[in-house]
């Protein structure tokens, strides 16, 4: 059920930005924090954050790095917060859940942190958030949140589904066909996100062919890629992160499904276009927050600025969700004029920011973000915009009480 978003809401601009040579630039395997601007002389307001650097998922971790530390070093050059630096502790959780509590555990009874950013899979998120709300921590998530499950510790920088699903599904129906395979790994993520696409397909005279979940550290796809082949399907929607997710899309190219059959991915970006050769990957198709060839100033700023920072030289999605979140946690700081724990929860809720795609808010229904949103395909080893959708409100198919 939609909800009509409140007329006053407190805005915050983004900082005065840095030059390439200010970036902070870190180690990405280990443990660390980034030191606080000794100028300052003060305690530091500490944000924890919990990424996969190892296990399947460093694509998407060493991004969301990117985004955090160019956030942490941009805010304290423009005075940090309430006087105060920012800094960032670092966990490695391995794509494990399990390793993701324990990290959690760590970051907020040792290090003190007054909110988590991270992690990127929807199993680790889920078994944080039972810490998160015995210690009344903010969690800020940065990756596709699938949905159907709000909580009042839970802020969602990523994407709902509606904001990655309904118009690529539309464009897709009307360029390519309305028989669809679903074909996901079984976790969360596409256990709810599939029964929304099936959802907005059927609405619009499609047809589900068939729903596929399989296991996350599967590593052979061919039966898998039979089937698509041998179920008639025009388009396949795929939501399989990290590196797994990539070498499905690899092996049905390698069989030659591409070009009879139009693949979408959730979640894709451009981070992922380096495990393809040469002429490969293309006309794969995705509704996504950010792309970073957009001609628009605001985002080439960024991307220049971001650019200094990454060894890939890729700027994606995830650098920028995890760019806002930071962002967010120092405005709600400001806006309370307090670094504590429960103010900066209280703070979030209903928050606006600049991003570098527009206005962002943080809406106090779900906790989700309404953004800005892009249809885009591969095309030529880049990723390119074929419209802009618009400031997107977020449905996550659930509310706060």
């Known amino acids: ?13 983004v900082a005065e930005m840095l030059s390439r040579r200010e970036l902070i630039k870190g180690t990405l395997a280990t443990p660390f924090a980034i030191a606080p601007n000794k100028a300052f002389g003060t305690q530091s307001l500490k944000i924890g954050a919990i990424l996969p650097f190892s296990g399947g998922q460093e694509l998407i971790g060493n991004q969301a790095k990117l985004g955090i530390d160019l956030a942490i070093t941009e805010i304290n050059a423009a005075g940090g917060v309430l006087g105060s630096p920012i800094e960032v502790v670092y966990q490695d959780d391995q794509t494990d859940p399990k390793t993701a509590v324990e990290r959690a555990i ?3 009874q040792r290090e003190t942190v007054a909110a988590i950013v991270g992690p990127i899979l929807s199993p680790a998120r889920d078994a944080n958030l039972a810490i998160h709300r015995r210690h009344k921590v903010a969690l ?7 949905g159907g499950s709000c909580d009042q510790y839970l802020f969602n920088f990523g994407t709902s589904p509606n904001q990655e699903l309904d ?4 464009e897709l129906q009307s360029q390519a066909g309305n028989d669809f395979y679903l074909f996901g790994a079984d976790i969360a993520w596409g256990q709810k996100l599939f029964p929304k696409a099936e959802k907005v397909i059927t609405e619009h005279g499609g047809t589900v062919v068939a729903k596929e979940l399989t296991a996350l550290n599967t590593t052979d796809f061919t039966t898998s890629i039979r089937r698509i082949r041998e179920s008639g399907a025009k388009v396949v929607i795929q939501a399989f992160p990290g590196s797994r997710g990539l070498s499905f ?3 049905a190219e390698d069989l030659g499904l591409f070009g ?3 693949f979408a991915c959730v979640g894709f970006s451009e981070s992922s276009l380096g495990a393809f050769g040469p002429g490969q990957g293309e006309d794969i198709w995705v509704e996504t927050p950010f792309v970073s060839t957009l001609d628009q100033p605001a985002i080439r700023d960024f991307v220049s600025r971001a650019k200094s920072g990454s060894p890939s030289g ?4 995830y650098v920028v969700s995890h760019y806002n979140a930071i962002k967010a946690v120092a405005a709600a700081a400001s806006g309370k004029k307090s670094s504590a724990r429960e103010d900066i929860l209280a703070g979030l809720s209903g928050l606006e920011i600049d991003s570098p795609t527009g206005q962002l808010t943080v809406d106090p229904v779900n906790h989700c973000v309404n953004q800005s949103m892009f249809l885009a395909k591969t095309e030529k080893g880049s990723l390119r915009v074929v419209k802009s959708v618009g400031n997107i409100r977020a449905d996550a198919g659930c509310a706060l009480l």
Do not use: C, W
């Open 249 to 251: 899309l690899k092996q």
């Open 1 to 13: 059920m939609q909800h009509e978003a409140p007329r006053h809401r407190r805005r915050f601009g």
């Open 314 to 317: 890729f700027v994606t999605r």
């Open 106 to 108: 760590t970051l907020i």
């Open 140 to 146: 800020l998530y940065g990756a596709s949140f699938e």
């Open 167 to 170: 118009a690529l599904l539309t």
């Open 260 to 262: 009879k059959v139009t």
